[in-house]
């Protein structure tokens, strides 16, 4: 069945970096757009950032306003993992960060991985 993993939040403090990773596993990764999503403490789930698969002819790179010239999304389809680089983090990007299908309908959810941003 499909498996979505995410790994690598932290605490960290504002003004750092961190790399979060989505490991995947049941679906063909390489031809899916995927996406990271956030949910911050009494707050809906955004879109925070999405990449299109190869043969997307559609938007194929997206960021939410508030992350754009700090986070990087990244695929390796050998691996069928994504990447999410954060630079610049801010106390306000403090949350916990899933991935996901974009443009798709959702696969089942993992648990996520909590970025905690403060001094």
């Known amino acids: 069945q499909v498996q979505l993993v995410e790994s690598g939040g932290d605490l960290v403090q504002p003004g750092g970096s961190l790399t979060l990773s989505c490991e995947t596993s049941?679906?063909?990764?390489?031809?899916?757009?995927m996406s990271w999503y956030r949910q911050a403490p009494g707050k809906n789930r955004e879109l925070v950032a999405g990449?299109?698969?190869?043969?997307?002819?559609?938007?194929?790179?997206y960021y939410v306003d508030s992350v754009k010239a700090r986070f990087t999304i990244s695929r390796d389809n050998a691996k069928n993992t994504m990447y999410l680089r954060m630079n610049s983090l801010k106390p306000e990007d403090t949350a916990v960060y899933y991935c996901?299908?974009?443009?798709?309908?959702?696969?089942?959810w993992g648990q996520g991985t909590q970025v905690t941003v403060s001094s």
């Open positions: 049941g679906f063909p990764f390489s031809v899916y757009a």
């Open positions: 990449l299109g698969s190869a043969g997307d002819t559609g938007d194929t790179l």
């Open positions: 996901n299908c974009w443009k798709h309908s959702f696969f089942p």
